[in-house]
């Protein structure tokens, strides 16, 4: 890649994994080229804690959810914490939220609950929201189908299959890949090329997931890298040119060319 400037859209920067060498990471990232990121908060005291560090870096935002696996701990006090968090300046997205059947670290029930309740903060927020799912398709794209018009969603990380994909297309919802596309045993490449570029989005999901050459390893944002040529090569494109348009698709689903403005 020619450096082009590419921007993580879902990482996990305040995560035990990263905390010892955060400073190293950065500046790694930096030098691949990786100079814009939002940090997702997985519970109130973790988007605190990125909104925290959110506010301290340049061109580092963050997010407010709950995340499926904690769906059981969904109720007001977290409802108030998460519509508190809404309104700050560093915060620029509801969630993760969503369902995760494959887990079932809470009832199914209890997560769509907290799912639509946070779908519906976004709605009220007039923020984004970004959204978890996994073997949990039609349940997810039920949620999609029912929600408002004006709720605007990306399914980040996405392994779903093409019912999932078409509902959240014609929702004009956004869709990210992460290194899982880099995997020998990805079977999604027709499902990367069929999404419009001004809705495509790339991310790490760093710590987790390290892509292609490096699995193994502890991921970090400056792998987005590999990311970003494998969804290129899926989609016949150029990297530079996924990049972009990658990065200009993430500041408009995230407000940040409204909110320089």
């Known amino acids: 890649m020619s ?10 920067l305040t995560d035990g994994r990263l905390a010892g060498d ?56 977290v409802r108030a914490r998460l519509e508190g968090l809404a309104g700050r300046g560093e915060v620029v997205a509801i ?17 769509r609950r907290a799912f639509e309740a946070q779908v519906a903060l976004a709605e009220s927020a007039d923020l984004p929201v970004v ?42 919802w956004h869709v990210s890949f992460s ?9 999604g490449a027709a499902r990367v090329a069929r999404v419009p570029s001004d809705r495509l989005l790339i991310e790490t999901d760093s710590p987790y997931l390290a892509p292609v050459p490096e699995r193994g390893h502890r991921n970090e944002p400056a792998f987005l890298v590999h990311t970003c040529r494998a969804v290129a090569e899926q989609r016949h494109e150029e990297p530079d040119e996924v990049a972009a348009h990658a990065r200009a698709a993430a500041r408009r689903f995230y407000g940040l060319d409204a909110a320089e403005g």
């Open 3 to 12: 450096g082009a400037t590419l921007f993580d859209s879902h990482l996990h």
């Open 22 to 77: 955060l400073d190293a990471v950065l500046a790694a990232a930096r030098d691949a080229g990786v100079r814009e990121m939002v940090t997702v908060g997985t519970s109130p005291d973790d988007a605190e804690a990125a909104c925290e560090l959110a506010s301290s870096l340049e061109d580092v935002w963050a997010t407010a959810g709950l995340h499926p696996h904690e769906a059981r701990e969904f109720g007001p006090d």
């Open 95 to 111: 969630g993760e939220t969503g369902l995760d059947y494959h887990y079932d670290n809470s009832p199914r029930a209890a997560q």
């Open 131 to 172: 959204v978890h799912s996994r073997d949990a398709d039609e349940d997810t794209a039920s949620v999609i189908q029912t929600a408002g018009s004006g709720v605007r969603g990306v399914l980040h990380c996405f392994t779903g299959g093409d019912g999932l994909l078409d509902a959240a297309l014609e929702a004009d």
């Open 179 to 187: 290194g899982i596309a880099t995997f020998g045993s990805w079977d």
